[in-house]
């Protein structure tokens, strides 16, 4: 038995707080890649009650991602803005998505993420995430961005943390772990950088500023 | 001197894109701040340092 949307804002209020919950139930914000980073940190703001997700990839599910990736194993060949998409209606019914399925590049990126209040970079390659974050910066300042860089391999998840580089601008992970043939990816360790940029952007829709 | 990353580096006078040049940095793979503000690329040949500035290279790296 589904609860009613009543049922859920009810239960968000009681969890939350009525005060945050109406603020968490009153933002959008684009998350920019849907793999490990990207699906965990949607997971956890549906969870949270955010009002509007606007989620972009324009990859398909593989079975290499089951590892870390919050897809299923019937899901794999299915387009990771579909499986997602079903993935969080699962969890929480209510929520407002947008998907995008599409590469993320300097021409579009204004279009697809103009209505969001916070970015979210969850890319994978670091070109990718260096050309979001110039561009995010350049032409969308007024933004909030959080980006995800240095969580494979193997080492501490105590060394993951989140900086806030300039005003609007943080950066969670270990800054230095590339991912390679020798340094692969592990779930928990990508959850813990998922966490933290899930985390920094339910604190920065509450107005705690600092890190 | 100039606060790069948070050191003190005799690098006033410097293009920034000598000095990125010069320390290894992959230019596809960086976000450069000065003074708070973000120095785009098509800026990065045309921009010297001035004592007191603070740059910041943000490098990042693969996974997610």
Partial sequence: MIPTREEMEQAFAMRHGEELQKKFAGTTVAVCGLGGLGSNISIALARAGIGKLILIDFDQVDVTNLHRQQYKAHQVGMYKTDAIQENLKEISPYVDLEVHRVKVNEENVEELIGDADIVCEAFDRAEAKAMLVNAVLEKMPDKYLVSGSGMAGFDSPNRIQTKCVTKKFYLCGDGVSDVNESNGLFAARVMVCAAHQAHTILRIIAGEYDV | ?64
């Fill in chain 2, 1 to 64: 001197m100039v606060t790069i990353n948070g050191e003190k580096v005799n690098a006033a006078g410097m293009k920034v894109s000598d000095y990125l040049e010069q320390n290894g940095y992959d230019l596809q793979k960086i976000a450069v701040e000065l003074n708070e503000e973000i120095l785009p690329k098509s800026q990065y040949d045309g921009t010297i340092l001035n004592e007191n500035d603070f740059l910041e290279v943000v490098s990042f790296v693969g996974g997610g």
